[in-house]
Nanobody
Framework: QVQLVESGGGLVQAGGSLRLSCALSGRTFSTYAMGWFRQAPGKEREFVAAISWSGGSTAYADSVKGRFTISRDNAKNTVYLQMNSLKPEDTAVYYC???????????????WGQGTQVTVSS
């Protein structure tokens, strides 16, 4: 049974930074592709970033490209999302997700965390 636990959310002013973490337990982390998604109030959940199981390949939504960085530490079973130059429109609940596979993926993830709130004030 795969479990994902996010942490690192909070309240930050526009232009600030946050780093989200997501720890995976229950399976071998290095065999899973990982992704970050977000859902703002009244909106559908959307793709933010993804990383391959080796960490060698990444992908980003256009809205966060150049501001967010996804990374992983397979020794710590953890994936990170470094968020810089935050904007009020980045306010959402952020979820990490896991999918068995070597590549990065934009969808069809199998396991999801409970989410962590990120609020960016103007």
């Amino acid at each position: 049974q795969v479990q994902l636990v996010e942490s690192g959310g909070g309240l930050v002013q526009a232009g600030g930074s946050l780093r989200l973490s997501c720890a995976l337990s229950g399976r071998t982390f290095s065999t899973y592709a990982m992704g970050w998604f977000r859902q703002a109030p009244g909106k559908e959940r959307e793709f933010v970033a993804a990383i391959s199981w080796s960490g060698g390949s990444t992908a980003y939504a256009d809205s966060v490209k150049g501001r967010f960085t996804i990374s992983r530490d397979n020794a710590k079973n953890t994936v990170y999302l470094q968020m810089n130059s935050l904007k009020p429109e980045d306010t959402a609940v952020y979820y990490c997700a896991a999918k068995p596979g070597s590549k990065w993926y934009r969808n069809h993830y199998d396991y999801w965390g409970q989410g962590t709130q990120v609020t960016v004030s103007s």
